[in-house]
């Protein structure tokens, strides 16, 4: 791990108390079960707020070059603390929590933005994948902890609003955190093209377009888990489904520590490819959960997954354009990414009520990734190899 300046840390740690308080809404769905609502309807209420992500990632693109971003981003921190006091007072359900749930897309989309284009402005294009995966350790560690200290509260008898209230307390910290920042002192850009009003124009290109869909994807199959394994456990196991969660954690800090510093030189298409098979396989054996292990295994393999997929997804779409841009491509990711979600959950939620299985979904999600790979392979035979080796729009051989 490299050392980066004291700013990076203040924004890492911010992030970490952010997420604290967001993945306990992993257990968002087990909440509107308990409140009687189906499976389709739990799937428009645990994804509409991405809908309000990508509306703001979109809207963010046009005017992300804003100098103070520790102001954007405690505003993010504000609108989200406010959103999470809110959910306590949800008694029964209702179309009212769609209001919470835009709300909480709203100042999700703003927090997470303008936090990682905080990383992307003070790091070094050579060290932004390092960069971002060490600080996406951060928010992803809380996929772990959040859903076992929820879980473990409610198995001790404890409501649902005690996990309410404990994640507004965490948001309001990250809040805090932000009155003592360091003024951030972006890293020199070594283009000086001139910057273009708007994002349409990045999608002239088309591996552009390609890595995007390949987000687009990944953050789909992300959704899909995220939404459905915990009541598909519950449901047809005995199994804890925490353990999935605690195990894909252990494998993605291992990835993003000791490797994903390493993988920036390499052909990144063959890496992409390697772990949209990988994330193919996972979803596959979802349909023989017969045991713990089976389970512990499928996290490992989603660890391995997710460790790669998100910082080198998203360093090579900023990579594919001018530096002056990267902020407006990150915004484009973030949009891709929780774009991917909605649309992936939302109708795979109908085809699980239809087909009465969770397992339609997992096996949809299997082969969205295969497509993946057909597509990633034609980008490889087209356009030859991507590697992240410099400043200003990535290398291709």
Partial sequence: MKKFKPLYYYVALTNLMFFL??????????FLKQLGAPEAHIGI????????????????????????????????YLLMTIAFISYIFISAFSWNILIIRILHGIAFSISMIFGTNIVFDIVPMK??????????????????????????????????????????????????????????????????TETRAGFLHLFRSFRFIIITVAAVIFGGCFGVIVTYL???????????????????????IIIRFKIIGKLSGYNINRILITMFFTGALLNALLNFLYSLPILIGIGIMYGLTHGILFPIINTTMISLVNTNEKNTANALYMASFYGGMMLFSLPLGFLIDYTGTYLAAFNSCAIAFLIGIILLSFNALK?????????APVAVE
């Fill in 21 to 30: 308080g967001n993945s306990f809404y992993i257990l968002f769905p087990i």
């Fill in 45 to 76: 209420m645990n994804n509409v707020d991405k809908i309000l992500i990508i509306i703001t990632s979109v809207s963010i693109a046009s005017f992300i070059r804003v100098k103070n971003k520790i102001i954007v981003l405690r505003t993010g």
């Fill in 127 to 192: 060290d932004a994948a390092e960069a971002i995966g060490i600080y996406g350790i951060t928010g992803a560690i809380t996929n772990a902890i959040s859903p076992f200290a929820g879980e473990l509260l409610l198995s001790k008898g404890y409501p649902f609003y005690y996990i309410f209230a404990i994640s507004a307390v965490l948001v309001f910290l990250s809040l805090c955190v932000t009155f003592i920042m360091p003024k951030p002192e972006p890293h020199p850009d070594k283009s000086s």
């Fill in 230 to 252: 915990p009541n598909f456990v519950l449901s047809t196991t005995n199994f804890q489904f925490s353990y999935f969660f605690i195990f894909y954690i252990a494998v993605l």
């Fill in 383 to 391: 356009y030859g190899a991507i590697r992240i080796t410099r400043e």
